[in-house]
């Protein structure tokens, strides 16, 4: 029953056969999938991500930039020693990343014209475009592992850093420190959103949304300045149904991945509309010369800022845009660094017009103290950002000047019985106690707290394996009809 902290349940609505939905959902419930919901993949995965993930994705940005020539890769960040021998491996590496690189490109502009062209196409045609477009930028993501005898030529940083300094901080930000409310001011007019063509795919229909962020800080960063959301509705969903705006997780690129445990792939099996947002720096928004995900924690504390402020009103333009187009209820939704955005939300929503303000919230893996993920948690810890913030001139106390518009404070604009919050015990990437300290704080009813028995990495798993605090979302957004 909904509020019993920790047990696996078997799900409540079985999903729709044939979907890629049902394939994930049958592997996450499988032994395999038990025996990865476990706290174990935590330590074991934060090990794979410093030795092997993040060397390999500074390498393989590195050469992203380097377009085949091998003189521009030894001059990027995080190249290997330069040599006779190096350079005859990485010769043939680069050629056959850059052909990599080239047909993910040439496929994302015939996906893009298509889908956002004047000429109406076959959802069936759209739909192989996208499957198309999806199969080559996972191959040049895939490209990483052919960089991997580099990483024994000399020691490759985890990361481009570019910390920048307090004073840099304080000129792009200082008027929101002592006022974040107008920092997360929404637009008086929002931006205009073109509407793809819908594509189908088995078991649900999918239409992408494009527009130009609201935050300056991002329209002025390469790649970034254009917002892509992907809607997901499954076949035979109701008019009234709700509708989740859910983010991903630091790094997770669903967008331009063949097949993923993404918010579409959890949440369209029980009966909700899904518009999975890309992230700032990851997916089709990735910045040139980085990979997904880097400037969040390269560029701390401005390239958090940009991120979380930006992505939050970009959300708010997505409900605008839910509300004008759906009947049911809209709720935001997070995960980890997404969590974030959805916890900004909630509490400067209160100051937003009521149509703005989202019906209900989904907390997943979330802290309401960054300042303690930055300090404390293992993943923080592993990359070795403290020590580049304080080379740059950052203590703990000018961070905590911050906090404002980064955590989450004061009364929420969602009304606590609406708000679910999913944590994992074992959690130590986002400090299980500081997402508890967000829920007392909220006075969340216990029937919407959820502690399962999982770490950080396996909780999409653990999602999938239990229903409980996804029906229980369900049932408040029921409520709020």
């Not at 390469?222 to 989740?244: F, I, K, Q």
């Not at 403290?386 to 000018?398: F, I, K, V």
């Amino acid at each position: 029953m909904p509020g019993k902290r920790g047990k696996v349940v078997s799900a409540a609505v079985p999903a729709r056969g044939g979907a890629p939905e049902a394939a994930l959902r049958r592997a996450a419930r499988s032994p395999l999938g038990a025996m990865v919901a476990r706290p174990w993949v935590d330590p074991v995965g934060l090990g794979a991500l410093r030795r092997w993930f993040f060397p390999l994705s500074r390498l393989w940005a590195a050469a992203n930039v380097a377009e085949g020539d091998i003189d521009r890769f030894f001059a990027e960040p995080g190249a290997p020693a330069d040599g006779p021998w190096s350079r005859r491996v990485v010769g043939a590496v680069l050629r056959r990343h850059e052909a990599a690189r080239r047909r993910a490109a040439n496929e994302r502009v015939h996906w893009e014209t298509a889908a956002f062209g004047p000429d109406p196409v076959p959802p069936e045609a759209l739909g192989r475009l996208d499957i198309a477009r999806r199969r080559a930028a996972s191959l040049h993501l895939a490209t990483r592992g052919l960089l991997y005898p580099l990483l024994y030529s000399r020691r490759i940083p985890l990361a481009a850093w570019s910390v920048p300094t307090p004073a840099t901080v304080e000129a792009a930000y200082g008027v929101g420190r002592d006022d974040p409310a107008a920092v997360y001011a929404v637009p008086t007019t929002m931006p205009a959103i073109d509407v793809s063509h819908p594509a189908v795919r088995p078991g649900a229909t999918e239409r992408w949304l494009r527009f130009t962020t609201p935050h300056a800080p991002l329209a002025a960063r390469s790649g970034c300045a254009t917002v892509y959301a992907r809607v997901v509705e499954p076949d035979g969903l109701p008019p009234h149904a709700p509708t989740v705006i859910a983010g991903n997780g630091l790094c997770v690129e669903s967008d331009i991945l063949v097949n993923s445990i993404d918010p579409g792939s959890v949440l369209t099996p029980l009966g909700f509309r899904v518009v999975e947002v890309v992230s700032p720096y990851h997916g089709m928004r990735t910045q040139v010369g980085t990979y997904g995900g880097e400037p969040f924690f390269a560029a701390a504390p401005l390239g958090t800022l940009d991120l979380i402020v930006g992505q939050t009103l970009e959300t708010a333009v997505l409900i605008d845009w839910c509300r004008r187009q759906f009947a049911g209820p809209v709720a935001v939704g997070g995960i980890s660094m997404s969590s974030f955005v959805a916890q900004q939300a909630a509490t400067y929503c209160r100051d937003w017009p009521q149509r703005l303000r989202p019906d209900g919230l989904l907390l997943v893996s979330h802290s309401g103290r960054i300042e303690e993920v930055t300090f404390s948690g293992s993943l923080i810890r592993a990359l070795g950002l403290t020590t580049w913030l304080q080379a740059a001139g950052w203590t703990r106390e000018m961070l905590m000047r911050w906090e404002g518009l980064l955590n989450p404070s004061g009364t929420p604009g969602v009304p606590p019985e609406r708000i679910v919050s999913v944590l994992g015990v074992a959690d130590r990437l986002l400090p299980f106690e500081t997402g508890q300290e967000v829920g007392r704080a909220w006075s969340l009813p216990a029937e919407n707290v959820f502690e399962l028995q999982v770490g950080h990495l396996a909780m999409p798993v653990a999602l999938m394996r239990d229903d409980r605090p996804l029906l229980r979302l369900k049932a408040v957004m029921e409520e709020a009809c």
